[in-house]
């Protein structure tokens, strides 16, 4: 009886922990509305951000984990990304083309 009750509540930890990963690797759509090249600052139009707490659309600047993303795309770009938030604001930490 012990033994599922530990196999039960193992499978209960390993889904919430993947749970968890999903959501914090969840993609986002938006747009490209600006990039600031200098700064390493994008700014994107995008809907509901669920991974970031944001359950409203918005357009918002970014910072990005990599600057050579900003090469890559380009003003009107419809892309994907995933986000997280750092203490010095949100930072774009994967981003691509939108098929």
């Known amino acids: ?13 390993a889904a919430s922990v993947a749970t968890g990963a999903l ?10 509305k600006k990039i600031d090249e200098g700064a390493g600052k994008i700014t994107l139009k995008h809907g509901p951000a ?3 707490g944001m359950d409203d659309p918005m357009t918002m600047v970014y910072r990005v984990k990599d600057a050579a993303m900003l ?12 986000a997280e938030e750092a203490p010095s ?5 994967k981003m691509e083309k939108a098929k």
């Open 23 to 32: 959501a914090a690797g969840a993609s986002i759509s938006g747009e490209v």
């Open 50 to 52: 669920k991974s970031l």
């Open 89 to 93: 604001g949100y930072t774009v930490t």
């Open 71 to 82: 090469k890559q795309v380009k003003v009107g770009d419809k892309v994907t990304f995933e």
């Open 1 to 13: 009886m012990n033994r599922i009750i530990n196999i039960t509540a193992a499978l209960a930890l």
